[in-house]
């Protein structure tokens, strides 16, 4: 295979900022990519650096500045944790239905917007807490609330979710994918996500010792008001808050729904055309009724994965440009077929994902080889898209990741944390292999 030295000197160029993003978190590779993508493209790819940041993903950094500053006032007008104190309680001191709680609980909260990361901040100190409350292992505490938040993670709200239909937007010309199917594309992906990384990490979570705790926990029960003290009750601020959420998922669900489409009013769609102009409306009323806390929004918002999800974007445009993306494309494409190439777009990037960034990092770089992987193989889009997403995510238990160090970070003391990071390590980077073979059965053989 023939490789030109632009294509070449982009591909170093990517090589050089995942391993940068693998030994050094304190420096944002979105704005390395854009340093080395004008380097790339100004020595040997003939281009200018005007002509390069023209490839910076302007809409998909103003979709994730939407949703992340409304969930930024849900997060710090207390909303969000109320919600998920009051869904806590629902158990009413069934110690073995936990478990299940405490799942659906996540997959909800990430599902209706805050995301993986915030879903997961969100969410274990209180599980954490209750499982050194009711003798819960740390560790099986971690697979469920992990792997829910990831589960979720790629719903048409949360900002996982978003980068990753940006992507398969811009590729959908290119995969005959019509605009008008792309959301229904995006609902697809999110369940795909959801029934792959739950099967992993339930499945784990009983075959660890989940399912010794539960015939255990058989007829206990505790105080309820001791395990989860009730919260006040939802003031003016939090049920406006709650009201707007519930008004964004209306707007993005029900546009979509069979029969509606050229029903609604055109300056209705016009403003609300995708969920981040939906999110800057639904602001306005927070804003201005002062329920909402702009300024707390604002620094709670994610900036430096936004940042780099963009960046290394305008790097894997370059990329593209040069004929690198191509290459790469042809070595995958070299060593699989239409079945076997979802156990090799889950594997490869799962292990760079194991230390590196899997939403802003390992995701953006691989899915935009799709169209290049299916005229080669013959895989079908759906899949490749589906086993890239899971592949790059379901490795983030690993201590190594946000979601696996956050659950770390709120686990007992009277857990051994040196035996937890270890625990977690050896499993977050097994699912490199795990990741594979389940793609390779549900999306590949399977064909879900």
């Known amino acids: 295979m023939d490789i030109s030295t632009a294509a070449l000197m982009s591909i170093i160029a990517l090589v050089i900022l995942v391993a940068i993003s693998c030994i050094n978190e304190d420096l ?36 994730l500045a939407g949703v992340t500053f409304l969930f ?30 405490i799942y659906v609980l996540t997959s909800f909260v990430t599902t209706i917007g805050p995301g993986n990361i915030a879903g997961c901040a969100l969410m274990a100190p209180v599980a954490m807490a209750i499982a050194t409350r009711v003798g819960m292992p740390a560790f099986l505490m971690t697979l469920l609330v992990v792997g829910a938040a990831n589960g979720a993670a790629f719903s048409p709200f949360s900002p996982t979710g978003i980068i990753s239909n940006g992507i398969i937007e811009k ?24 029934i792959a990384q739950g099967f992993v990490n339930v499945g784990g979570f009983f075959v660890m010792g989940g399912w010794a705790w539960i015939k255990a926990q058989k007829g ?91 960046g290394v974007s305008v790097l894997i445009d370059v990329m593209d440009q040069t004929g690198g993306l191509n290459f ?74 946000t979601l696996g160090a956050l659950c770390i970070a709120s686990a007992g003391d009277h857990e051994d944390k040196g035996k937890l990071f270890r625990k977690l390590l050896i499993w977050g980077l097994s699912m490199s292999v795990v990741s594979g073979i389940v793609c390779y059965l549900f999306f590949g053989v399977l064909g879900l």
């Open 220 to 310: 206990a029960s505790l105080d309820i008001d001791e395990l989860a003290p009730k919260p006040e009750p939802f003031n003016n601020a939090q049920i406006t808050t709650l009201l707007m959420v519930f008004i964004l998922i209306l707007l993005v669900v029900v546009p979509g729904l069979p029969g509606i489409k050229g029903t609604l009013p055109v300056t209705l769609t016009n403003m609300l055309s995708n969920v981040g102009s939906i999110s800057f409306v639904l602001s306005i009323v927070l804003m201005l009724t002062g329920y909402g806390d702009s300024k707390a929004a604002v620094k709670v918002m994610p900036w430096g994965v936004i940042m780099m999800v963009c």
């Open 72 to 101: 930024g006032m849900a997060q710090t007008n207390g909303t969000m944790e109320k919600l998920t104190a009051y869904s806590v309680r629902v158990c009413k001191g069934n110690t073995a239905l936990i478990p299940l709680i």
């Open 328 to 401: 790469l494309v042809d070595i995958i494409g070299s060593v699989a077929g239409p079945v076997t190439v979802n156990f090799w777009v889950s594997f490869v990037p799962a292990v760079i994902s194991a230390y590196s960034s899997s939403s802003g990092v390992v995701m953006p770089m691989f899915l935009p080889m799709t169209p290049g992987l299916v005229e080669l193989t013959g895989g079908n889009p759906v899949a490749i898209i589906s086993s890239i997403d899971v592949g790059s995510h379901l490795v983030d238990t690993s201590p190594l990741s």
């Open 171 to 194: 590729m959908a010309p290119q995969l005959g994918i019509a605009a008008d199917s792309l959301n229904a594309l995006a609902w697809k992906v999110h369940f795909n996500s959801t």
């Open 28 to 63: 944002n590779v979105g704005f390395l990519g854009v340093g080395f993508a004008i380097i790339v493209g100004g020595i040997w790819g003939d281009m200018s650096g005007a002509k390069v940041m023209n490839a910076f993903p302007l809409s998909l950094f103003m979709i």
